[in-house]
């Protein structure tokens, strides 16, 4: 069985739409990025490049480029898909934790691993978001960024 993990962690900034997993989530911030800033997303796919044995988010969609430009991370995932299939791999489970002191986002958990669910194509049982805040501590907990843990299994 291959195993990966991801983390990622963007800062909020106002004026800013805030994406996580995919969902437009109503808030007065959102996070900064050179693409959409997704860290659910990215934590995903950087848990599953590393289980593939493929590298990393940066070394596919650099910072860099200007056409990743407030790019849709979840045209990255598809991207990132394709490339499984092409060294015969599928994404088999995915857990994740995100960090977020504000907004609350149970309400939304469930599209997140719907939309997750898409982009990898397995069921959204094999899907895990959880939410948490910080406990108040360090820039997460004092709402200036939210950060995101994960991991995947190959097969
Ligand atoms: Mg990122």
Do not use: W
Not at 12 to 22: C, E, H, Q
Not at 102 to 118: F, Q, V
Not at 135 to 141: K, S, T
């Amino acid at each position: 069985m291959r195993l990966g993990i991801g983390y990622d962690i963007h800062p909020l900034k106002a004026g800013r739409k805030l994406i996580l997993g995919g969902v437009d989530i109503p808030f007065s911030k959102g996070l900064l990025g050179h693409s959409d800033g997704d860290v659910l997303l990215h934590a995903i796919m950087d848990a599953v490049l590393g289980a593939a044995g493929a590298g990393d988010i940066g070394d596919f969609f650099p910072d860099s480029d200007s056409r990743y430009k407030n790019a849709d991370s979840l045209l990255f995932a598809g991207r990132i898909r394709a490339l499984l299939k092409k060294k015969g791999l599928k994404v088999k489970h995915v857990d994740s934790t995100l960090l977020a002191e504000a907004p609350k986002l149970s309400d939304y958990k469930k599209k997140m691993r719907e939309n997750i669910a898409k982009a990898f194509e397995l069921p959204p049982a094999r899907v895990g978001v959880k939410a948490k805040t910080n406990e108040g501590f360090g820039a997460v907990g004092k709402g200036k960024a939210i950060a995101c843990f994960a991991v995947v299994s190959l097969g």
